[in-house]
């Protein structure tokens, strides 16, 4: 592959997620898939260098271009619906929910199939990156319903990080918030986005999860937006969240 070192590089994922196709983290798995193509050629190692002047990218065999406009969007995902742009399965994602967009936007991270509320969309790669990258110390908050009453002991575990899988979560923030005779509700904040966290850390202290929700990503709030519905963040917004993430720890 010929480049002019004259003319803009990228990383082949990095180039992915400019172009909205996903963020960087998934824009890898895309390309291990051999989905991607340069000049013809099937690029199946993230990390290979592309010429975005002279180079022609091609995703399924459809060409790709940087985006020149970014968007950010604020959604309350119902249960039901898979954080992702497509399912090979044809199970409803969360684009279905998003009518006659103009643009192309892929959801920042992911809520479970079951899990409802907010989840932003972008096309901003380097901003999703930051906001799904547990180095960047992004808060998530959920509001979690367990089943039972967990004790302190049980609470502080999830507060100084649990076992899970082989892996040690990091330290969480633990408030209850309600309970009722057979339920209690905790509001719960992490910096990570490890797969079925909530309800894998849940399991871990013996209280399984009935209903989950997330509520804010950094300083956006899902606030009262309803349902099924999406906005756009203000350019208020956009700016807190940028300034949000923390510096990448070394």
Do not use: Q
């Given at each position: 592959m010929k480049t002019d070192?004259?003319?803009?590089?990228?990383?082949?994922?990095?180039?992915?997620?400019?172009?909205?196709?996903?963020?960087?983290?998934?824009?890898k798995q895309i390309i291990s898939a051999g989905r991607v193509t340069v000049n013809e050629e099937k690029i199946f190692i993230p990390g290979t260098h592309i010429n975005v002047d002279t180079d022609v990218i091609k995703l399924d065999g459809k060409p790709l271009c940087l985006v020149k406009k970014k968007v950010y969007l604020a959604l309350n995902k119902p249960?039901?619906?898979?954080?992702?742009?497509?399912?090979?399965?044809?199970?409803?994602?969360?684009?279905?929910?998003?009518h006659n967009l103009?643009?192309?936007?892929?959801?920042?991270?992911?809520?479970?199939?079951?899990?409802?509320g907010?989840?932003?969309?972008?096309?901003?790669?380097?901003?999703?990156?930051?906001?799904?990258?547990?180095r960047y110390h992004v808060d998530k908050v959920y509001i979690a319903w367990v089943k039972g009453h967990p004790d302190e002991t049980a609470l502080e575990k999830l507060r100084r990080g649990i076992r899970i899988e082989g892996d040690v979560t990091a330290p969480a923030k633990v408030i209850v918030s309600k309970r009722t005779n057979a339920h209690t509700c905790l509001k719960i904040t992490i910096h990570e986005g490890k797969k079925r966290q909530i309800k894998k850390m849940c399991r871990a202290i013996g209280h399984e999860v009935q209903y989950l929700k997330r509520i804010q990503i950094g300083p956006i709030k899902l606030g009262n937006l309803r349902v099924g519905r999406y906005r756009r963040l203000s350019s208020k917004e956009?700016?807190?969240l940028k300034n949000f993430s923390r510096i990448e720890m070394q």
């Open positions: 070192s004259k003319n803009l590089k990228l990383r082949l994922e990095k180039f992915l997620s400019e172009a909205g196709v996903a963020s960087r983290r998934h824009a249960a039901g619906y898979l954080s992702t742009v497509n399912d090979e399965r044809n199970r409803p994602t969360v684009l279905h929910l998003l103009p643009f192309r936007v892929y959801p920042v991270g992911r809520l479970d199939f079951d899990t409802e907010l989840l932003l969309l972008t096309n901003d790669g380097e901003l999703a990156h930051k906001i799904t990258h547990p956009v700016k807190a």
